[in-house]
């Protein structure tokens, strides 16, 4: 398996780190259910087949962190996108339906 | 309070480099290097003093200039090493501090990295040995840079020429172990033949 890092071009897999599923959103530590939440964010995980988004680390290249859609039965890679493009968008997104 | 007097010495312990026409290693030790960030939002100010005080553009990518002796090199995105020969005391960090006050970090890395340079004909052979980035022609020319490994050691790895010459930067602690890979990777160009 491949990624393509949006820096550094097509890249083999043992540069970089698997760092979990990137569609789960840490929860409130502080809130009143917080107990629940962390259980729930922490152990329940669904594991399909087909595509997943998952947060991969260019550890042993540019230190970006990557969002990348793959799907684990085929390995093939849908997209890579830079995880800070996401979480600025995400924010935005928030922003734009909050006001 | 007892006087502690630091010599300067190699990064090295075994070095014994090749050293025939086909390939060569040498161990670049008198460099002054200097890292710099961009500060948030400062990107298109810093290319800016870079480019007022040296003349020189920044590589938007993995790529590598020379402007007024000094090298520019990607680094990561929106970051950049400065190296340049350590001539007279120069101190890269102090200089591009004075120059980048309020639009970029500026980190001395004179002393935290080493740099190889490698040359010859068989220079591509001995590095596709142990860094898994395709390093022909067409896809890695002068000016080009990757950040990645070389038998497990973290390197910003950039051609200077078509000799081939490349050049190697890694972690100062780390030198030892590249250079044990890169004699062994070496052995078979450089031990006597017809
Ligand atoms: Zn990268």
């Known amino acids: ?99 | 309070m007892a006087d502690h007097i630091l010599t300067p010495s190699s990064a090295f312990m075994d070095w014994h480099p090749p050293a025939t026409p086909k390939l060569a290693a040498s161990a670049r030790e008198t460099l002054t290097m200097a890292s710099f960030a961009a500060a948030r939002g400062k990107e298109q100010a810093l290319r800016e003093a870079i480019s007022a005080a040296y003349g020189a553009v920044l590589p938007k990518s993995a790529g590598r200039v020379e402007a007024g002796g000094i090298a520019f090199v990607w680094a990561g995105p929106d970051q950049w090493l400065a190296i340049t020969e350590h001539e007279g005391a120069r101190d890269l960090e102090a200089e591009l501090k004075e120059k980048l006050t309020g639009i970029a970090s500026v980190v001395d890395q004179s002393d935290s990295r080493v740099v190889v340079r490698i040359s010859g004909s068989r220079a591509r052979s001995v590095l596709a040995k142990g860094v898994p980035i395709d390093l022909h022609p067409r896809a890695f020319a002068p000016g080009s840079v990757a950040i990645t490994h070389a038998s497990h050691v973290g390197i910003i790895l950039w051609q200077v020429d078509d000799a081939p010459t490349y050049e190697a930067a890694m972690f100062r602690s780390y030198a030892d172990s590249f250079a044990h890979w890169l004699f062994e990777a070496a052995a078979e160009y450089v031990s006597a033949q017809p």
Request: proline share 5%; glycine share 6%.
């Open chain 1, 1 to 99: 398996m491949r990624i393509a890092c949006p820096h550094c071009g097509e890249r083999s897999l043992d540069e970089f780190l698997y760092s979990g599923d990137a569609t789960v959103k840490r929860p409130d530590f502080a809130g009143t259910t917080a107990m629940d939440d962390f259980v729930t964010y922490t152990f329940e995980r669904t594991n399909p087949p087909g595509p997943h988004r998952e947060l991969w680390y260019h550890a042993a290249g540019c230190h970006a962190w990557l969002v990348v859609t793959r799907n684990v039965s085929t390995h093939a890679v849908a997209s890579v996108e830079l995880a800070r493009d996401v979480a600025l968008a995400a924010k935005s997104a928030t922003k734009d339906s909050a006001s």
